[in-house]
């Protein structure tokens, strides 16, 4: 009787402790995968924005200060117009988040991936607009809030010349300058290559379950990089855009024709084949991580590409309208049209000089799709991307924020907001909203605790050569852009 007491007692023991067991581990799981899952995803990305988003920072300085920043006055009233209700609301979802009052990582994989398409953009933006309208490209219009060029003064000399010493003089600067801004151009190529180099010998290191995942590598990311880049072009070739740069800029050959115009479809490829590399290592390291990488890597893609089209049938709507008699304010024949389209449509005026053909408008939403929210983004990016590395920062999180605010600030916005400033419809008071909304964009933005060792997240040290390749990118990377 006492045997069968305790045989029963036994078998009762082990039918109630799996339950229990299983009911406490799944919990203990679930909780552990959502804090691991989103934890993981942060360290990605703050790995890559140190390594590939402090020289485009860099290139920003670099653009202003030799060009005058009229390429960035678009940019910058994208961001403030329209990036800031998506910042705003990044900001709102991440501080819930961080509360664990609602999962919207484990409901949609393209929670997080918002963040990381806006890496992706900003490689995307950089590439076109720092080579195609600041390399290849001579500001000759006689613009006030732009720049006065030195081919200025040698086309004025010129032009003081008669006959075929006119044509020559002429043909030779317009040559020494093409010249000048394919040498430019190559060495634009530095940082993007040494990137490629770290980032593919990392993922050789880490080549752990990698072998499979270099398929979807070519596949999904390099293969859309270059067509984005292949799209952009045509866009180019269809709207009228090509005519305006014509008189605007110095361009006696074809654009469709010109090497550099190829080549940002190459630089493109590089680009994303240096982002999936260090994408697929740390899928390596994590397992079966690399699933969600590349569901956001196609989803994001494919959002970009839809909401270029969908914006651009939204501007054509209320452009319409326009042309049909609604007209707002009267503009300058100064005024480049190609540069008062994009600044138009972004400060929420439509005011158009003239009608624009409809690629253009593909041409330019395709563009500005992509810079949403992009500039305050990548500096929030890089300066908690810093703090998650340097254990010794996190003591004093708000101070480094607001160091690096400063001197991003000094750096690069400075310099835009004074240009922007020439403007006769913005005043002063722009200056202070670009300060005070960089800062509160510094003090609010967080990643997961990102504060968390990244050894821990790991689950491992790594090897000695991935800890150097980490360290010393963004070092070379920097370097490189400086000179």
Avoid at 59 to 82: D, K, N, R
């Amino acid at each position: 009787m006492e045997s069968s007491r305790v045989v029963g007692l036994v078998s009762h023991d082990n039918v109630r402790r799996p339950e229990s067991e299983t009911t406490h581990k799944k919990k203990k799981k679930s909780t552990y995968q959502f804090y691991y899952w989103s934890s993981r995803r942060t360290s990605l990305q703050c790995y890559i924005t140190i390594t590939l988003g402090l020289p485009n920072l860099l290139q920003f300085t670099s653009a202003v200060e030799h060009y005058g920043g009229v390429i960035w006055i678009p940019y910058m009233l994208c961001i403030v117009m329209i990036g800031l209700p998506l910042v705003i609301a990044e900001l709102a979802l991440t501080h819930y988040i961080n509360k664990e009052m609602i999962q919207a990582y484990e409901m949609s994989p393209l929670g997080l991936g918002v963040f990381i398409n806006s890496l992706f953009a900003t490689f995307c933006l950089t590439s076109f607009i720092h080579l195609f309208m600041v390399n290849s490209l001579s500001v000759t219009c006689e613009m006030e809030w732009g720049p006065q060029h030195n081919m200025d003064t040698i086309k004025s000399e010129c032009l003081q010349l008669n006959g075929s010493a006119k044509d020559y003089c002429l043909s030779a600067a317009i040559q020494e300058r093409q010249e000048a801004n394919h040498m430019q151009f190559q060495n634009e190529w530095i940082p993007y290559v040494i990137s490629t180099i770290l980032s593919f010998c990392t993922f050789m290191v880490n080549r752990k379950g990698a072998a499979s995942l270099q398929k979807y590598t070519i596949i999904l990311v390099v293969v859309p990089y270059f067509c984005s880049g292949i799209l952009l072009i045509l866009l180019i070739t269809l709207s009228d855009a090509t005519n305006v740069m014509r008189r605007c800029f110095i361009v006696d050959w074809p654009l469709i024709t010109d090497p550099v115009i190829w080549s940002i479809c190459f630089q493109r490829a590089i680009n994303g084949f240096s982002i999936a590399n260090l994408g697929l290592t740390f899928a390596s390291i994590h397992g079966d991580f690399h699933n969600d990488i590349m569901v956001d890597v196609v989803l994001c893609f494919l959002t970009q590409l839809l909401g270029t089209f969908i914006f651009s049938f939204i501007i054509l709507g209320l452009t319409g309208v326009y042309n049909r008699g609604l007209k707002v304010l009267p503009l300058s024949e100064d005024f480049p049209d190609f540069m008062t389209l994009c600044y138009w449509l972004l400060h929420g005026l439509l005011t158009l000089p003239q009608p624009v053909g409809l690629w253009t408008f593909f041409f330019v939403t395709a563009i500005m799709v992509i810079a949403f929210g992009e500039l305050c983004f990548m500096f929030a990016a890089v300066c908690d991307a810093v703090i998650s590395l340097i254990p010794k920062l996190r003591n004093n999180t708000f101070s480094v924020k607001l160091f690096f605010a400063l001197a991003f600030y000094l750096m690069g916005i400075g310099m835009i907001s004074v240009s922007i400033m020439r403007l006769p419809s913005l005043d002063s008071s722009f200056v202070t909203i670009a300060l005070l909304y960089s800062l509160t964009v510094f003090w609010v933005y967080n990643y997961q605790r990102v504060c968390a060792d990244y050894q821990f997240l790991m689950g491992y040290k790594p090897s000695v050569f991935l800890q150097f390749s980490w360290a010393i990118s963004p070092l070379l990377l920097t370097v490189s852009c400086s000179v």
